[in-house]
């Protein structure tokens, strides 16, 4: 009988610890290059990450202001919110990064490759994107006041109701993008080319249009 009780006893305390077990854990470990772990919410001001392969990287909400990624292979990245105020993209692959309510003011974008980016209701302010490719862009409800776009393709990017005041356009390739309800106040579209852009609703009060190619030139408020 005493027998009987310590054998369940024992599988008593056996089944408790079975359960009892703490599951392992499941740390994720991220990529760190120059001190910035490459995470969504990182904080990484003024970081060097020029020429790395950032490809499909997961940077939602960090903060690079004043980084430099000139260079850097973007292609697939997810930057939504990203604060990226004063950073440098010169020359950098973006395309189809997903920069939705970005903050690139005053960043640099000069021959930067942003081909299908989606960047809905992006900051870009002052922002440098000359001779930067926009191709296929889906930009609709970003600001690009201010912006420098000298010679940029802009060609079949959808910029719906994106506020271009100010923003200089000098040369650049609007072919059969979208403009609909966009903003132009004051911008330069001197030697621009908007064949086949559709404008409708969108304003063009004090715009420079001087050697445009299909400007409206007789836009009326």
């Not at 392992?24 to 470990?29: F, L, R, T």
């Amino acid at each position: 009988m005493k027998a009987l009780v310590l054998l369940s006893t024992f599988l008593f305390i056996s089944a408790t610890n079975t359960y009892a077990a703490p599951s392992p854990k499941n740390d994720q470990s991220y990529p760190v290059i120059n001190g910035c772990e490459i995470k969504p919410e990182t904080v990484c001001p003024h970081v060097d990450l020029s020429n790395t392969n950032l490809r499909h990287a997961d940077l939602r909400n960090a903060v690079l202001t004043g980084a430099n990624l000139a260079g850097a292979d973007l292609r697939h990245a997810v930057l939504t919110n990203v604060d990226a105020k004063g950073a440098n993209f010169q020359g950098a692959n973006l395309a189809r990064v997903d920069l939705r309510h970005a903050d690139i003011r005053g960043a640099n974008l000069q021959q930067a490759n942003l081909m299908a980016i989606t960047g809905w209701a992006m900051f870009a302010q002052g922002a440098n994107f000359n001779d930067a490719n926009l191709q296929g862009a889906n930009i609709d409800f970003a600001r690009f006041s201010k912006a420098s776009l000298h010679r940029a393709n802009l060609t079949a990017a959808n910029l719906e109701m994106v506020w271009f005041s100010k923003a200089d356009l000098y040369q650049a390739n609007l072919t059969n993008a979208t403009l609909q309800e966009a903003k132009l106040n004051d911008a330069n579209l001197a030697e621009a080319n908007l064949t086949g852009t559709r404008i409708h609703y969108a304003t063009f009060q004090s715009t420079y249009m001087e050697g445009c190619t299909n400007c409206p030139f007789d836009w009326q408020k």
